[in-house]
């Protein structure tokens, strides 16, 4: 198993270039299950996941092929309706072939979803919202069952709470339903407008895109997709707040500074001097960063898969700060570690009261979730000492080659295998 040794404290330096985003790619993957023929998905990130969901899509009779960041999906013999259970219990997103499947094959077969370890996350808003569109759903041997044996046909839904993936799924699973469908409170995300646009291009009909109501009108066959996966906000600020975490100064290029606003207005609450172009976002911090006060809520609000980073950068803030999770409450199995590295936090409840200290010690940590392994990758490198993380197969779920991109920002960090 690999883990990263970090020797810290460093200043993070330079440029660094943002990747396609995880969250994007991995609904337009499962929207080529939509279409017949060859579907090419540009900006890929060869990214653990992905690679996770073409075997998946392999299973289900896709040709895949990842080249250079270009992605091709050929669903020309594709016949499967099954997503089995040792594919599904790694990776939650697998959950968004249920949609796509039911409404192009009539049938479909998904485990029930694994994924990150904290918090419930169930799948009853997929599986309600494809009931509105006449499907026939019933949970067997710890899998769903979702049939239309005569096509699904339009409807009305609502989403209670607003959901990414379910948006998502019931979404993809409508654009071939008969008649006309109207989903309220869905999701915002930039991930989910890009979706929407995707699936424009490729024939479907859908009006409301980037708002909380969208209205489709059912198609009878889409063409293959053609798109370009957007940058990734969670990885941009990721490195932003490793600049605010160590007194660096980094630029983020190719990057998208409109999907970034509520992250970039706490960086600069933390003191930080914040620059933006058409698609570069530069941070200078301070020494140590101002306290503040965050909640997490839905786009375009602070994202929860920030909010480990930035509870990272606040452990060095002067002041205590506060941070409430109202996404998913219970998302703290980070402060645990980051404890062992020195850090001053209390919870009560989902709000976690972050006192700042003036320095940071290298220890033995372990990751524990995705955004987790960076927050404890990004402490590491303002600790003083040596900081080895364990099971960064966390991290290669959702980061392009991380340890190389924060070397070249000047990170000590070196991936190590057992």
Same mark, same amino acid.
């Given at each position: 198993?690999?883990?990263?040794? #970090?020797?810290?404290?460093?200043?993070?330096?330079?440029?660094? &270039?943002? *990747?396609?985003?995880?969250?994007?790619?991995?609904?337009?993957?499962?929207?080529?299950?939509?279409?017949?023929?060859?579907?090419? #998905?540009?900006?890929?990130?060869?990214?653990?996941?992905?690679?996770?969901?073409? &075997?998946?899509?392999?299973?289900?009779? +896709?040709?895949? !092929?990842?080249?250079?960041?270009?992605?091709?999906? !050929?669903? %020309?013999?594709?016949?499967?309706?099954?997503?089995?259970?040792?594919?599904?219990?790694?990776?939650?997103?697998?959950?968004?072939?249920?949609?796509?499947?039911?409404?192009?094959?009539?049938?479909?077969?998904?485990?029930?979803?694994?994924?990150?370890?904290?918090?419930?996350?169930?799948?009853?808003?997929?599986?309600?919202?494809?009931?509105?569109?006449?499907?026939?759903?019933?949970?067997?041997?710890?899998?769903?069952?979702?049939?239309?044996?005569?096509?699904?046909?339009?409807?009305?839904?609502?989403?209670?709470?607003?959901?990414?993936?379910?948006?998502?799924?019931?979404?993809?699973?409508?654009?071939?339903?008969?008649?006309?469908?109207?989903?309220?409170?869905?999701?915002? @995300?930039?991930?989910?407008? /890009?979706?929407?646009?995707?699936?424009?291009?490729?024939?479907?009909?859908?009006?409301?895109?980037?708002? %909380?109501?969208?209205?489709? $009108?059912?198609?009878?066959?889409?063409?293959?997709?053609?798109?370009?996966?957007?940058?990734?906000?969670?990885?941009?600020?990721?490195?932003?707040?490793?600049?605010?975490?160590?007194?660096?100064?980094?630029?983020? /290029? =190719?990057?998208?500074?409109? $999907?970034?606003? @509520?992250?970039?207005?706490?960086?600069?609450?933390?003191?930080?001097?914040?620059?933006?172009?058409? =698609?570069?976002?530069?941070?200078?911090?301070?020494?140590?960063? &101002?306290? +503040?006060?965050?909640?997490?809520?839905?786009?375009?609000?602070?994202?929860?898969?920030?909010?480990? /980073?930035?509870?990272?950068?606040?452990?060095?803030?002067?002041?205590?700060?506060?941070?409430?999770?109202?996404?998913?409450?219970?998302?703290?199995?980070?402060?645990?570690?980051?404890?062992?590295?020195?850090?001053?936090?209390?919870? !009560?409840?989902?709000?976690?009261?972050?006192?700042?200290?003036?320095?940071? *010690?290298?220890?033995?940590?372990?990751?524990?979730?995705?955004?987790?392994?960076?927050?404890? #990758?990004?402490?590491?490198?303002?600790?003083?000492?040596?900081?080895?993380?364990?099971?960064?197969? $966390?991290?290669?779920?959702?980061?392009?080659? #991380?340890?190389?991109?924060?070397?070249?920002?000047?990170?000590?960090?070196?991936?190590?295998? =057992?």
């Amino acid at each position: 198993m690999d883990r990263f040794v #970090i020797e810290g404290p460093v200043r993070l330096s330079g440029e660094v &270039r943002c *990747s396609g985003a995880k969250n994007a790619v991995l609904p337009l993957m499962a929207a080529a299950l939509l279409t017949r023929g060859e579907s090419v #998905i540009r900006n890929v990130p060869d990214l653990r996941d992905v690679r996770t969901f073409m &075997r998946l899509l392999t299973i289900l009779g +896709v040709k895949c !092929d990842l080249t250079e960041g270009v992605l091709r999906l !050929d669903t %020309t013999a594709a016949d499967g309706i099954e997503a089995p259970y040792d594919l599904v219990k790694t990776m939650r997103a697998s959950v968004y072939v249920l949609g796509p499947l039911c409404a192009f094959r009539g049938e479909a077969r998904v485990s029930l979803p694994g994924g990150c370890a904290w918090g419930p996350r169930p799948v009853n808003l997929h599986l309600e919202g494809l009931r509105a569109l006449g499907a026939e759903t019933d949970l067997e041997g710890g899998y769903i069952n979702a049939r239309a044996p005569r096509g699904l046909r339009g409807g009305n839904f609502r989403f209670e709470p607003s959901s990414v993936g379910a948006t998502c799924n019931v979404l993809m699973a409508a654009v071939l339903a008969e008649g006309e469908t109207v989903l309220a409170n869905c999701a915002v @995300e930039p991930e989910v407008t /890009q979706l929407v646009d995707a699936l424009i291009g490729a024939g479907a009909r859908i009006e409301g895109g980037g708002t %909380t109501t969208l209205t489709i $009108h059912g198609v009878a066959a889409l063409d293959p997709l053609r798109c370009r996966v957007i940058p990734d906000r969670i990885e941009a600020g990721t490195f932003l707040a490793a600049a605010a975490m160590t007194g660096g100064e980094v630029t983020v /290029q =190719d990057c998208r500074p409109d $999907h970034l606003g @509520e992250p970039v207005a706490v960086l600069r609450s933390m003191g930080c001097r914040v620059e933006e172009t058409a =698609d570069c976002v530069r941070v200078a911090a301070p020494e140590r960063p &101002r306290s +503040v006060e965050i909640v997490t809520r839905p786009f375009p609000g602070f994202p929860t898969d920030m909010q480990a /980073q930035f509870m990272a950068v606040l452990t060095r803030a002067d002041g205590t700060s506060h941070i409430s999770e109202t996404i998913y409450p219970d998302r703290y199995t980070h402060t645990a570690e980051l404890r062992r590295l020195g850090a001053d936090i209390r919870l !009560d409840g989902a709000t976690a009261t972050i006192f700042g200290v003036t320095g940071l *010690s290298g220890a033995p940590v372990m990751a524990t979730d995705l955004r987790a392994s960076a927050a404890l #990758i990004m402490a590491g490198l303002a600790a003083a000492g040596t900081t080895t993380v364990d099971r960064i197969y $966390h991290i290669d779920r959702g980061y392009e080659r #991380i340890e190389t991109k924060f070397a070249a920002l000047g990170g000590k960090i070196e991936r190590v295998s =057992d």
